[in-house]
């Protein structure tokens, strides 16, 4: 039986719930809760950002560095997986 | 790793020549820099000297500049207060003592009548527009020149000939430097590009695409239209673009990196009053280099500078840097300046390294030279750098000092706690400079709670140990892209040893101010 890999969606979640204090929330976070309502600054959505691709080892386009990129959980994950591509 | 001198056996035929396959050396960027260094060349008459670059220097620094000769007039709390600082103040005084030489040489070249020293004097002044960083720069100034032997001497400011500001902003004090004034950039490259030609010289009026060659040897360049020149050796002085262009052949991750410190200035012609002779100027102020007139002769004055690292580099001018430009100038220096015919928008981008300190050396691929990094004085610098980088060309010993090599670890010359301090400092001088309001019952020190707290969040963010200057901090905090930078390049000396010691540099204390 194949190790469990925690899919894309799964550790942007983690890194989020981390990054923006949302421990003990975390199963209440949707994946298409806007973030930046939740809290999350220019600030924290820059150690996201570079958490992000330290974590996946990719590095973000450059037009893919900006606000609308970090809004939820599932814009995360799409740019991530457009990065991997 | 060895590099090549130049050979004369591989000289082309400079006369007539207009696109030649080879060269002793390719110059990649006609700022002051590269063609300074271009005059040396050819004064020495080492070889065949190309230099590529477009004729209209768009986005450049050099085409833009205020060209103050002053080394003293920009000394602030900071540039005494390291090993490493003094060493590159002192690059600057060394750098003064080049000019009279230099414009001897320019001086039959020069493409008009007026002059191309503008003024031999400056006038420092001290109002209270600038909040407190106004005020310690201001005691830095007098403090260097007294450690200098320097002249100067405290005037009356309503003596200052051309001064005429608001009331409401008028200086409280103000000292006279007899031997700190400027030259007219503009005038001194067309002078540079006349005897360039006159001694022989190439001048390409193109870009360069990429260096041909390898990680471990440059051997030429790619133009932007395919045209290949081989070289002995490839000198990229190409300001804010020269980064990019090295990293063609050599991508690595600890390479300085390069920002571009975008600024405007205006060019104005004086419709009445009294015209200024001298440099007036305030000390250098938050994130900039403070407000200045230059005479620039013929009737003009050049009213400078605004300076913010941006992402991409251009040539666009903010209407806010107008807005502070043009109001600043009326309100700080004269009040008559409302009705003066603006001649010229000036905008280019200063290339600002990491550390703040220059990129002057021999890149790892032999055959490649790299010269910028220097920030707000190239333009004064470059006859100075000429030199040296000329003997380092021909293989002897330079006359600047070597922790200015490019593949370094960053310079550090402050502790974590300074840079905060450093940043909370300019920020509340932007802050007044710019006449930002609060609500009446906010306090200074609540601003300064507010931007200490931006600081200390942006350095837990970025999860760095540098001391960053205040305006890399500034740059860092502000956007995503100039944050990764920033970040990718700390981190890769991260448990690589002493990247906060570096030799010759001392940290100050780390106590605030």
Known sequence: ?85 | MSNPTMRSSDLVSAAGAKRPTKADVVIIGNGALGMFLADELIERQVGSVVVVGPSNRDTGASQAAGAMLGCFGETTTESLRTDAARTRFELGISAHDKWPEALRRLDEFKPSDRPLQTTTESHIILNSVGAELDTVNFAAIIDALDQYDKPWKEVDPTDIPGYNPRTESRALRAIHLPTEGAVDARGVLASLERRLRHGGAILLDQTVRRLVGSDEAVTGVELDDGHLIEAGAVVVAAGIHSESLVRTVFDVPDLMPTFPGLGFAMIAKRTGGEPFTSVVRTPNRGFACGLHVVPQGGGLEYYGATNRLVNTISSVTWMADVRFLAQYSMQQLDERAAIHEVTKWCSGNRPVTLDGFPLVGWMPPSGLYLMTGTYRDGFHCAPLLAEHVANELQGKSGIIDSIFQPMRKPVATRTMEWSIDEYVTHSLAAWFETGAQAAPQMTTSQLTDYYRNMAVQTYEQLGVDYGLGPDILWYAQGNLHGARRVARFLRTFKGDGDVAQPAGATTGTGGTR
């Open chain 1, 1 to 85: 039986m194949p190790a469990y890999q925690p899919s894309v969606a799964d550790t942007v979640r983690s890194l989020v719930t981390k990054q923006l204090n949302l421990n003990g929330y975390s199963q209440d976070l949707r994946p298409d809760d806007n973030l930046w309502s939740l809290g999350m600054t220019s600030l924290t959505c820059l150690g996201l950002m570079l958490s992000i691709e330290d974590t996946f080892e990719i590095e973000l386009p450059e037009e893919a560095l900006k606000e609308a990129t970090f809004r939820s959980i599932n814009t995360i994950s799409a740019a991530v997986e457009s990065s991997r591509k």
